[in-house]
Every structure is written in C-alpha cells, then in structure tokens.
C-alpha cells in the first residue's frame, strides 16, 4: 500500500509541475545521444548546446534512424548535422532553401554538402516544398518568424499556403516541429521582422488553420527571465531568449 501510495504520489506532482498542454523532457535515445556527443561536430556547434539543448529537442521531435527529414532553411548546419548522424544512411536531411536565398548565397549550400551523403539541398517554393519524396518529419528552427518577412526585393511569404505546403510534403501522421523566439503574448506579427521574435499563439493559430494538430509543446527552452521587448540579437538577451516549442502532426486519416 505505501509503495501505491508513493506512486500515486510522484505521479501527481509530475502533472503538477507539467504546463497544461505540454510534455516533460523524456530521456533522450541512445541515436540521439550518439549525435549530441560525436566528437566530430565543431566546437562552435558543440559551445552553443548549453543554450539550444539539443538532446531535449531532438528527442521531443521524435526523429529516427531511416527517416526522411525535411529542414527548413538550415543556416551553418548546427541541426542538420544532429539529423544526419541520426538518420544515417537509411535516411535522408533535405536542405529546404527558397529560391531567393539560395540564389544570393550559394555557399549556404555549399556547406551542406560537406556534412554527409545523405543531406542533399533541395530549392522551394511557397507552394511546395519540393522534396523528392514524402517526408516523416519537417523542421524548423529559430526560423518560423522569417516566414512572414519579405526577402529583398520580393514580397512576403504567404504563410497560409507555406503551412498547407508543409502540411502537402509530410507522410500521413509525419511532424511539423517549429522551435522559434517566443513575442510578448499579443505583440503582433509586427515584432518578426523588428525583433524576430513571433507569438506562441500566432504560431499555433497559423499551423492549425492548415489542418495540423498540435501534438505537444515543451518548455525546456522556455526563460521566463526573457522580457520580450529587446530583438533575439541584442547582447543583454542574445542566446538567452525565451522560445517556444511546438511539435503538430498530419493527421494518419
């Protein structure tokens, strides 16, 4: 009985220390591990995972060995090397550019090559991502923001038909999992081009108008420390910004 007793209570205070809607950091797989600690990953990469914790997030996505990933805009490849090595070579890391952006830096490209064979670049558009096959799980990091700001010389993104065009590229039941600096509640996408930052609730109303469910959300990269009225990359809060963690899925029916 006491045994009982004890059980019941460690599970109570676990739904008590858990926000309504999300999930606990689980214990990250051994593949997931294996990539975090691989002695090959740069020290630039490896210096900045005190802030990124890339175990927890890895692990909240759900990302496999052989599965086919699609990552949004992959910038110098911190994440894209982590999906490599964990996919391995049954699998695949699509490098998702738009068009603009590869065309104005070629070499963002270039250095995908040089992370292995199994990530290969692939060009989109608003209205499809492009990939050559369907994919179990697209990514995006600290990026979702982007999405709603103009490129030089071209006009905003529409993000409905971006989100329905993530929805199109993904297996029936495949991950949508958005990480991204979270905005004062309210503030209004306004604060994605001014201080990259987007709403939690922006982002959750835009995902699930294109028929994504949310399966989850994390706060493990949550700092309630974060005021929000500063840009991502001012010195007081660079590295250090509250952001949000969202994993939606494509319904399997």
Do not use: C
Not at 73 to 80: E, N
Not at 235 to 240: A, E, H, T
């Amino acid at each position: 009985m006491r045994k009982f007793v004890l059980l019941a209570t460690a599970s109570l205070v676990l739904a008590v220390a858990a926000p309504s809607g999300a999930i606990l950091a689980a214990p990250a797989p051994a593949y997931v591990s294996a990539a975090v600690s691989d002695a090959s990953r740069p020290a630039a990469d490896t210096a900045r995972d005190p802030e990124r914790k890339p175990a927890d997030v890895l692990t909240f996505a759900g990302v496999k060995p052989g599965d086919k990933v699609g990552e949004l805009i992959p910038g110098g490849g911190y994440y894209t090397r982590l999906l490599s090595k964990i996919v391995g070579p049954s699998g695949k890391v699509y490098a998702l550019w738009p068009e603009g952006l590869a065309k104005a830096r070629p070499q963002m490209l270039d250095a995908m090559k040089e992370i292995g064979p199994n990530v290969v670049n692939v060009l989109y558009t608003d209205t499809s991502l492009n990939a050559p096959e369907a994919l179990d799980l697209v990514w995006t990091s600290e990026n979702y923001h982007d999405f709603h700001n103009a490129p030089p010389g071209a006009p905003a993104p529409n993000i409905a038909v971006f989100n329905k065009a993530v929805f199109a590229a993904l297996k029936p039941g495949g991950v949508f999992l958005v990480e991204d600096h979270a905005a004062a509640a309210g503030a209004g996408l306004g604060v994605t081009s001014t201080l990259h930052r987007i709403d939690p609730a922006d982002v959750k109303t835009e995902v699930e108008a294109a028929s994504f469910a949310l399966a989850g959300s994390s706060r493990v990269l949550a700092n309630p420390a974060d005021p929000h009225t500063v840009g991502v990359f001012d010195p007081s809060i660079r590295g250090r910004s509250d952001k949000l963690l969202f994993k939606f899925t494509k319904p399997a029916k």
